[in-house]
């Protein structure tokens, strides 16, 4: 099994910026979907951002414009820059990459978004 190990979660005043990583223990490069999902109190889990093997990417709508996603093929990390943070932004964050037919997990990273 494949492991992931999330890290760079912490407490953050509104409108500042984090950057979380995601340690992969596999080759990423020819991986075909990777990324990162949050999960609030109360919520569902939702898309925030995910990156294929070509670079394409793909975010969700309440972090447009606000967060990036990229990876390190040579150093098998995906990372997670994220910037104007919102309290709305405050959740669990996981690091997710496909095998196959099957997702990956990390156990996940807060993010606190507060005065």
């Known amino acids: 099994q494949v492991q992931l190990v999330e890290s760079g979660g912490g407490l953050v005043q509104p409108g500042g910026s984090l950057r979380l990583s995601c340690a992969v223990s596999r080759t990423i490069a020819s991986l075909n979907a990777m990324g990162w999902y949050r999960q609030a109190p109360g919520k569902q889990r939702e898309l925030v951002a995910r990156?294929?093997?070509?670079?394409?990417?793909d975010y969700g709508d309440s972090v447009k414009g606000r967060f990036t996603i990229d990876k390190d093929n040579a150093k098998n990390t995906v990372d997670l820059q994220m910037n104007s943070l919102k309290p709305e932004d405050t959740a669990v964050y996981y690091c997710?990459?496909?095998?196959?037919?099957?997702?990956?997990w990390g156990q996940g990273t807060q993010v606190t978004v507060s005065s």
């Open positions: 997710y990459v496909r095998v196959g037919l099957r997702n990956s």
């Open positions: 990156i294929g093997s070509g670079g394409s990417t």
